[in-house]
């Protein structure tokens, strides 16, 4: 099984930045095409997803209460893929997972299925 690993979260006040990372798997990345990140409010169980990318391809794709804020880069040399979240608001504090699916990005992402890999979550709070 792939694995995805996240890392970058933290406290930050509002109008912050912060950079979430995620390591793939060589079995990921060989395996799959789109992979993105999603974000999951405090109390609530449903994953909104916030960006993604297809590996090897050069679109991205984001939900509209990111866009000119968050910016999603891979490194595929390194098998690494980021978030880089500015001008934060409170509104987007929670669980960030990173996910990977088969399909291509514009087939799955914002389709109600779930991607197939998920890493374990980076928690991010931004206070007021």
């Known amino acids: 099984q792939g694995r995805l690993v996240e890392s970058g979260g933290g406290s930050v006040q509002a109008g912050g930045s912060l950079r979430l990372s995620c390591a793939a798997s060589?079995?990921?990345?060989?395996?799959?095409?789109?992979i993105g990140w999603f974000h999951q409010a405090p109390g609530k169980e449903e994953r909104e997803g916030v960006a993604?990318?297809?590996?090897?391809?050069?679109?991205?794709y984001y939900t509209d209460s990111v866009k000119g804020r968050f910016a999603i880069a891979r490194d595929d040399s390194k098998n690494m893929l980021y978030l880089q979240m500015n001008s934060l608001k409170p509104e987007d504090s929670g669980m960030y997972y990173c996910?990977?699916?088969?399909?291509?990005?514009?087939?799955?992402?914002?389709?109600?299925?779930?991607?197939?890999?998920w890493g374990q979550g980076t928690q991010v709070t931004v206070s007021s």
């Open positions: 060589v079995l990921i990345v060989n395996s799959r095409r789109c």
């Open positions: 996910a990977a699916d088969r399909g291509f990005c514009a087939d799955v992402w914002g389709g109600p299925g779930q991607f197939d890999d």
């Open positions: 993604a990318t297809n590996i090897g391809g050069k679109l991205e």
